[in-house]
Nanobody, 126 residues
Framework: QLQLVESGGGLVQPGGSLRLSCAAS????????IGWFRQVPGKEREGVSC????????NYADSVKGRFTISRDNANNLVYLQMDSLKPEDTGVYYC???????????????????WGKGTLVYVSS
């Protein structure tokens, strides 16, 4: 069974940083775009950032632009989300998801994801 596993969440003070990792097992991420999503109880899940399969294209939600950076290491089957200047409103469960692309390329996007991880909790509080 193909799996995505997130790690790196935790409790951090406002202004602090965390780096989330998304690791794939039993498949290679080379042909998948990856999206990071977050969900807070009582609210809809929202797309935070995404990266195309070759890493050339990225996208960020307005609420995280300039603070979060998405990157990928296809050689090691990993995708990262570096989160700096964290705010309490960044609190939530963060999920990574993968979307397969045809002809060897997957565009960055937040819809039609093929695989999801189980999430990692990020809690920003003093």
């Amino acid at each position: 069974q193909l799996q995505l596993v997130e790690s790196g969440g935790g409790l951090v003070q406002p202004g602090g940083s965390l780096r989330l990792s998304c690791a794939a097992s039993r498949f290679t991420l080379d042909y998948y775009a990856i999206g990071w999503f977050r969900q807070v109880p009582g609210k809809e899940r929202e797309g935070v950032s995404c990266i195309s399969s070759n890493g050339a294209s990225t996208n960020y939600a307005d609420s995280v632009k300039g603070r979060f950076t998405i990157s990928r290491d296809n050689a090691n089957n990993l995708v990262y989300l570096q989160m700096d200047s964290l705010k309490p409103e960044d609190t939530g469960v963060y999920y990574c998801a993968a979307q397969y692309g045809t002809r060897g390329y997957a565009r960055c996007g937040y819809f039609g994801m093929d695989y999801w991880g189980k999430g990692t909790l990020v809690y920003v509080s003093s």
